[in-house]
């Protein structure tokens, strides 16, 4: 599997916010967001080769709980499976960090953490905003990975116009249980982050939904390896 990064942090957003974890950074995500924070993961040949059993091994050298599968986009990568597989034979929790593009049945994840990309991250680039249009919400599968997996849904908070846009995806899938929802503002530094929460805040208590925390950004300013 190609490996962008393998490293020990806090899980930084989500409901495990706060709990040290490892995180396995898997290349390769089409979806090019623009305000997307692991743009050196996009290619999915970027990293390292690492098979499974050395991918196993190093996530071992932490007293660690606690496995976050990150990207890039990890369900498109076809040895997904197996590596959740080995894992969960070792005992880890596992999260996969996703955004809920590709549905794949089975897996041994303990929490499918899906954050559906709104408008507000179409690319400026026609030719990859037409690509990310196309592919950045597909209502069947977000069905089907909710109907399947115990997961949350993160939506990336840019401004209050996002809130209709929220509420219609909600909609559109269906049975989502809204106790599972997440609102998370768009920040890539601290002082973003800091001037956005407010505002997202205030969304989460009009419309029940929790507030998901960027602690990596708050706590490192979005440095690399956090
Ligand atoms: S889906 Fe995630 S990894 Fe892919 S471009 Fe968007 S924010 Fe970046």
């Known amino acids: 599997m190609r490996i962008n990064e393998i490293f020990y942090s806090l899980q930084g957003e989500g409901f495990l916010a ?26 999915k040949k970027a990293g390292t080769h690492y098979s499974i059993a050395k991918i196993v091994q190093t996530v071992q050298r932490w007293p660690c709980k606690f496995v976050v599968i990150t990207g890039g986009e990890p369900m498109i990568n076809p040895h997904l499976p197996e590596l959740v597989q080995k894992l969960k034979a070792i005992g880890k929790h596992i999260t996969i960090e996703t955004a809920g593009i590709v549905f794949i049945p089975d897996l041994a994840c303990d929490l499918m953490s899906i954050s559906p990309k709104l408008s507000n991250s179409t690319p400026a680039e026609p030719k990859l905003a037409a690509l990310h249009e196309d592919s950045r919400l597909d209502i069947a599968v977000l069905r089907r990975l909710i109907d399947n997996y115990k997961y949350q849904l993160k939506f990336v908070v840019d401004s209050q116009d996002d809130l209709l846009e929220i509420q219609q995806s909600i909609e559109k899938i269906g049975n989502v249980d809204t106790d599972k929802v997440m609102l998370m503002p768009q920040a890539t530094t601290r002082n973003e982050l800091l001037a956005k929460s407010p505002m997202v805040a205030d969304m989460c208590k009009s419309d029940g939904f929790a507030f998901s925390q960027r602690l990596q950004v708050l706590l490192w300013d979005n440095e690399r390896g956090t």
């Open 18 to 43: 706060g709990i040290p974890s490892v995180f396995v950074r898997l290349a390769g995500c089409s979806l090019r967001c623009k305000w997307c924070d692991t743009k050196y993961a996009w290619d």
